[in-house]
């Protein structure tokens, strides 16, 4: 069982920034992507960005330019730094994890996800 957990979530005025950190609870090169996803009231999740280990990142339009995602994999942390903040920002920030392994030969994809981290953005 993989267990996520996010921190750095707060209030922030616009313009500002935020650092949010997801800590994992095994080596984040194990897994095939890890990404931060965000939730708004009564809107869907939606991915902001991703990491595909050896590969490189993905980003959503909306964030482009402001935010950075990277991982340390001595403390097993990814990382989502967050800049020239917006009230379109405000959300609850998810991390998640994808894991592929491979069982009797069969390959089988997990997906686990942290509890979530709130940020407001307000002045």
């Known amino acids: 069982q993989v267990q996520l957990v996010e921190s750095g979530g707060g209030l922030v005025q616009p313009g500002g920034s935020l650092r949010l950190s997801c800590a994992a609870s095994r080596s984040i090169s194990s897994f095939y992507s890890m990404g931060w996803y965000r939730q708004a009231p009564g809107k869907q999740r939606d991915s902001v960005a991703t990491?595909?280990?050896?590969?490189?990142?993905n980003y959503a339009d909306s964030v482009k330019g402001r935010f950075t995602i990277s991982s340390d994999n001595a403390k097993n942390t990814l990382a989502l730094q967050m800049n020239n903040l917006t009230s379109e920002d405000t959300a609850d920030y998810y991390c998640?994890?994808?894991?592929?392994?491979?069982?009797?030969?069969?390959?089988?994809?997990?997906?686990?996800w942290g509890q979530g981290t709130q940020v407001t953005v307000s002045s």
């Open positions: 990491l595909i280990t050896g590969v490189g990142t």
């Open positions: 998640k994890a994808v894991l592929r392994t491979v069982v009797r030969g069969l390959a089988q994809r997990s997906e686990y």
